[in-house]
C-alpha cells in the first residue's frame, strides 16, 4: 500500500490532492524514451545494434538522394572490448552547422512529419534515439563530423542529449581541414557511437544490408563487421529513384478528428473554397458534388410527391383562387391557370420547387398583366397547393414500396407498410424534408409495426429497396451550406462533410509523392542479391488511407542456389526501408499466410501459413505516411486499404510464378519423354540400318520432328559451314545462335549476322526468327581443321534438338 493509501485508511484524505497534484510535472520526450527505449527497437544489445545501423543508413540514404547523390556508404563495426563502435559514413550533401547539433541531439526534430511526401524517416526520433541509446549504455558522446559540398574545412561535433531538457549538450566543437579529417570524399557526414551490443543477431544485420540493396539497387553499401564484410553494389544502370513531390490530402479516408482540425485552420470561409484549397484532386465540380451531398447528409432531401389527377376530388385550380384575395378576377384566374399547368406538368414536386414555380409565375403574370402577387399571396398559394398534393401521400408511396417489393406481397400489405410511412412524413418537417439516415428510420419503423399489427414480415433487402427507392424520388435542396469556421464547431456538421467526401468519387491521388521501386528494378535488385532461375515483379495503382496515398509493390524469385528447404524468404519493406523485426504482427505476413500457395504450386502444408520452398517474396509498401504498429516501425499496422492491395500485387507476381512453374513440369515431362526415345531410337536406326543395308539414320533429325522440336544442324563442306534452322513446332521462335570457331571466318551470310574475336576464337551470332514449320540456313565460310562449339539461347532444352552434323573438309 502506497503512503497516499495508506494516509487515506487512516481517515486522514486532507492535503492529499495537494500533494499529489504537487508532485505533478511535464515529462521531456527524451526522458520518456530514456527509461522506454524498448519502443524504438533497443530492447537489447543484439537489436539495438541492428536498429542503431538501420537508422543510421536510412538518414544517410534519404540525405543522398535528396540531394540527387547516387549513395555510397560504409557501415563499420568495431568491438572495441568494452564496448562496439559503430561507424556510418554517407557522399551526401553534408549538414550545416548549425543543424548538426539538433538532427543529432534532440528528439523529434526533422523536416518530413508535417509533409505528405514519401520518406524514410519522418518522425524526427530515429538517428536521434540511436545517440540516446550510444549515451545510456557507453556513457560516451557521440561524434559527428560533417562536410557540404564546396566546403574546404568540416564542422566536428561530440555532443548528447540532455533528458531533462530534450536538447543537445555539446563537449566538444572544432573545425577539422581536409588532412584531419576522417571522411572519404570531399563532403557528407559521418557519425560514430559507441554502445553495449553484441553480434547475436548477426543474421538480421546481414538481412538488412542485403534487403536494403535489394530494394536500393542504385545504392552501394558496405558493411565491415568483426567477422568480415559485405559488399553490395549498385546495380547496373540503376539511377536515382523519381523525386517526389509534397501534396495535399485525399479526401477519402481522412478522420473526422483531422478534418475538424483543419476546418479550423484553414482561410476559407465557403466549403468549397475549403475543399479545392486544402485537399488534392478536388477541383471545382468535384467540390460541388462533395457540395451536394453534403446537403443531402445535412440538410436531407424533399419529398416529390405527384400532382393531383383528374380523379381528384379536390381542384387544385380552384384552391389557388381561394387563397387569392383582393385582386383582378381575370388576372388571378390567369394567375392560378399557370400555376396548375406547371405544376402538372411535373411529375412530381417538393415543397421548393412548389415555391419557385409560384414565384416564377407571380412574376410573369405582373411583367403581364402589371397586378402583383406578393410575398403574402405566394405564401398562402404555396400552402394551397402543397396541402392538395399531399392529401393522398400514402398512394405515392404505394407507388414507390410497390415498384421495390416482390409480388409476393399482397396489396394490403404493401398498403399498411405504405401508409405508415406517409405518416411519417406527414408528422415530419412541414416541408417533408429528410435525411437518409430519418427516411431509414421511417421505413424500418414502419416495417416492424407492419410485421407486428399485420403478421407479415418485411426482410432486410426489401427494407433497403424501398429506401432506395423512395430516397431517389427525392429532390435534393439548395440551401446555402454552414461556413468552415460554423463546421469547425459542430461535430456533427463535421461528421456529415466527411460522409459527404467519402461518397463522391474523386480522382485517385497524384503518385508525384510517392517514389515506387518499379518492376524492372525491383527484378534487377532480386537478381543483384539472389541466384535464382524465376523473378517476377507486380507494381499496384496508387490507393488511399486516412487521406494519405500508397503504392504497394511485389517481387518473387524462385529456384536456381535459393534454400529449398523450409519456409520461403519473406522480405517487408516501407518506403524502400527493410523490416527486419516483428514479421509475426505485421500486415505483409498476415496477408501472405491467408494466400491459398497451393494455387500457385508452392507447398503450404494445412493449406495455411506462409508457405515452403526455393522462393524469395518481397513486399514494398510506399506511402506519405506507413502506418506502423509502433515507433520502432517493424510491422505495418492491419489496414484494410493496405491488405487488399499487398494480397493483389502478390497475386500478380505469384500468377507468373504459376506460369513458370506449370510450363517447368510441362519441360520435365516431355524431356523424360524425349530420354525414352532416345534410349529407342539409336537402336532402331541401327537395326534398320543392318536390315536394309542403308547408311543409318540421323536419329536427331527423327527426334526433332517426333517431338515438334527446333533442330539446329551444322554440315561442313569444302570449308563452307551451313547452320539449318528447322522449327518443326508451331509456334514462332527467336532464337540467337552462336557458333564459337577456331579460325577466323569469312563470307559470313544474313544481315544480322555478328562475328568477335577473343582469346583467339571466333563468335559468330545470329539471332534468327524462324515461324512454326519453317527453316532458315545460315551459312559462312573458315580453313580447314576449324573446331566448332555450337550454342542456342532462346528455346526450351526440352524443345531444342542439336546436331553437330558431319565435317566433310577433308
Excluded at 44 to 65: P, W
Aim: hydrophobic letters at 35%.
Amino acid at each position: 500500500m502506497t503512503s497516499f493509501q495508506s494516509t487515506l485508511s487512516e481517515g486522514d484524505g486532507e492535503g492529499i490532492a495537494e500533494e499529489l497534484a504537487a508532485s505533478q510535472r511535464q515529462i521531456s520526450i527524451a526522458e520518456f524514451f530514456e527509461k522506454n527505449k524498448h519502443m524504438l527497437g533497443f530492447d537489447s544489445g543484439a537489436r539495438g545494434l541492428v536498429t542503431a545501423v538501420k537508422e543510421a543508413v536510412d538518414n544517410a540514404l534519404d540525405a543522398t538522394e535528396e540531394a540527387g547523390i547516387l549513395p555510397d556508404l560504409l557501415v563499420d563495426i568495431e568491438d572495441t572490448g568494452s564496448y562496439y563502435t559503430l561507424t556510418v559514413e554517407d557522399n551526401g550533401p553534408g549538414i550545416t552547422k548549425e543543424q548538426i547539433p539538433k538532427i543529432f541531439g534532440k528528439l523529434l526534430y526533422g523536416s518530413r512529419f508535417h509533409a505528405r511526401e514519401q520518406s524514410r524517416g519522418q518522425q524526427g526520433i530515429g538517428i536521434s534515439a540511436a545517440v540516446l541509446y550510444s549515451q545510456l549504455t557507453s556513457g560516451k558522446p557521440v561524434r559527428i563530423e560533417s562536410r557540404t559540398q564546396g566546403n574546404d574545412v568540416s564542422h566536428y561535433y561530440e555532443l548528447i542529449i540532455d533528458t531533462d531538457t530534450n536538447e543537445p549538450e555539446i563537449d566538444v566543437e572544432k573545425k577539422l581541414s581536409a588532412a584531419e579529417s576522417d571522411l572519404r570524399g570531399t563532403h557528407g557526414t559521418r557519425i560514430e557511437m559507441d554502445m553495449e551490443a553484441n553480434m547475436r543477431a548477426r543474421g538480421q544485420l546481414h538481412d538488412y544490408i542485403k534487403h536494403t540493396a535489394v530494394v536500393n539497387p542504385h545504392a552501394r553499401i558496405e558493411l565491415q563487421e568483426p567477422n568480415g564484410e559485405i559488399k553490395a553494389e549498385r546495380a547496373d544502370n540503376a539511377g536515382l529513384p523519381a523525386e517526389t513531390e509534397e501534396i495535399r490530402p485525399h479526401p477519402h479516408g481522412v478522420e473526422l478528428g483531422t478534418l475538424i482540425k483543419m476546418l479550423s485552420d484553414t482561410d476559407s470561409h465557403s466549403i468549397s473554397g475549403f475543399l479545392q484549397a486544402e485537399f488534392t484532386r478536388v477541383g471545382k465540380k468535384t467540390a460541388e458534388n462533395i457540395e451536394n451531398a453534403f446537403r443531402d447528409q445535412y440538410y436531407g432531401r424533399e419529398m416529390r410527391w405527384r400532382p393531383p389527377g383528374i380523379e381528384s376530388e379536390t381542384d387544385l385550380e380552384t384552391a389557388v383562387v381561394a387563397a387569392v384575395s383582393n385582386k383582378d378576377a381575370t388576372h388571378t384566374k390567369m394567375f392560378a391557370e399557370q400555376v396548375v399547368d406547371s405544376v402538372d406538368d411535373a411529375e412530381r414536386v417538393s415543397y421548393t420547387e412548389v415555391e419557385d414555380t409560384v414565384a416564377d409565375v407571380a412574376e410573369d403574370v405582373e411583367s403581364n398583366t402589371g397586378t402583383t402577387f406578393g410575398d403574402t399571396v405566394q405564401e398562402n398559394v404555396v400552402d394551397a397547393v402543397w396541402n392538395t398534393i399531399t392529401e393522398d401521400r400514402a398512394g405515392d408511396v404505394f407507388v414507390a414500396v410497390d415498384a421495390a417489393t416482390t409480388n409476393k406481397k399482397d396489396d394490403a400489405t404493401v398498403r399498411g407498410l405504405a401508409e405508415r410511412i406517409a405518416n411519417k412524413f406527414e408528422d415530419g418537417d412541414d416541408r417533408d424534408r429528410a435525411t437518409r439516415a430519418d427516411l431509414e428510420e421511417y421505413v424500418y419503423r414502419s416495417a416492424e409495426k407492419t410485421e407486428e399489427y399485420d403478421d407479415v414480415t418485411i426482410g432486410e433487402t426489401a427494407r433497403e429497396n424501398v429506401i432506395r427507392e423512395l430516397w431517389a424520388d427525392m429532390a435534393g435542396v439548395a440551401d446555402d451550406p454552414p461556413l468552415t469556421r460554423e463546421l469547425a464547431g459542430d461535430r456533427d456538421a463535421a461528421s456529415d462533410l466527411l460522409d459527404a467526401m467519402e461518397t463522391v468519387d474523386v480522382m485517385a491521388p497524384p503518385t508525384s509523392c510517392l517514389s515506387p521501386i518499379d518492376d524492372s528494378l525491383i527484378e534487377a535488385g532480386l537478381k543483384k542479391e539472389f541466384d535464382a532461375e524465376f523473378y517476377a515483379a507486380a507494381t499496384r495503382d496508387a490507393d488511399v488511407h486516412g487521406g494519405d496515398p500508397f503504392v504497394v509493390e511485389a517481387g518473387i524469385a524462385y529456384g536456381g542456389e535459393l534454400e529449398a528447404e523450409g519456409k520461403v524468404d519473406l522480405m517487408r519493406f516501407a518506403n524502400r526501408v527493410p523490416l527486419v523485426y516483428q514479421r509475426g504482427a505485421c500486415a505483409t505476413t498476415d496477408v501472405i499466410r491467408n494466400i491459398g500457395w497451393r494455387n500457385y504450386n508452392l507447398d503450404q502444408p494445412g493449406g495455411s501459413g506462409v508457405p515452403n520452398g526455393p522462393c524469395v517474396i518481397m513486399i514494398h509498401v510506399a506511402s506519405t505516411n506507413v502506418p506502423f504498429t509502433s515507433e520502432s516501425k517493424d510491422a505495418v499496422a492491419n489496414v484494410p486499404e493496405i491488405e487488399d492491395e499487398i494480397e493483389l500485387a502478390v497475386r500478380e507476381a505469384a500468377r507468373d510464378l504459376k506460369s513458370f512453374l506449370k510450363q517447368r513440369r510441362s519441360m520435365r515431362k516431355r524431356q523424360q519423354k524425349q530420354n525414352v526415345i532416345m534410349d529407342i531410337l539409336p537402336k532402331m536406326a541401327t537395326k534398320v540400318s543392318e536390315m536394309t543395308d542403308r547408311e543409318e539414320l540421323a536419329v536427331e533429325d527423327s527426334l526433332a520432328r517426333i517431338m515438334n522440336n527446333v533442330l539446329v544442324e551444322r554440315e561442313t563442306e569444302n570449308g563452307t559451314v551451313s547452320l539449318c534452322v528447322e522449327n518443326h513446332g508451331s509456334k514462332s521462335a527467336d532464337l540467337e545462335v552462336t557458333d564459337i570457331v577456331s579460325a577466323e571466318p569469312t563470307s559470313v551470310d544474313a544481315e544480322d549476322a555478328n562475328v568477335v574475336e577473343m582469346d583467339g576464337e571466333w563468335f559468330v551470332k545470329w539471332s534468327p526468327s524462324v515461324s512454326g514449320d519453317d527453316d532458315e540456313t545460315l551459312t559462312y565460310e573458315v580453313g580447314e581443321d576449324a573446331t566448332f562449339d555450337l550454342s542456342v539461347q532462346g528455346v526450351e532444352d526440352a524443345r531444342l534438338t542439336v546436331n553437330n552434323g558431319t565435317n566433310t573438309n577433308e
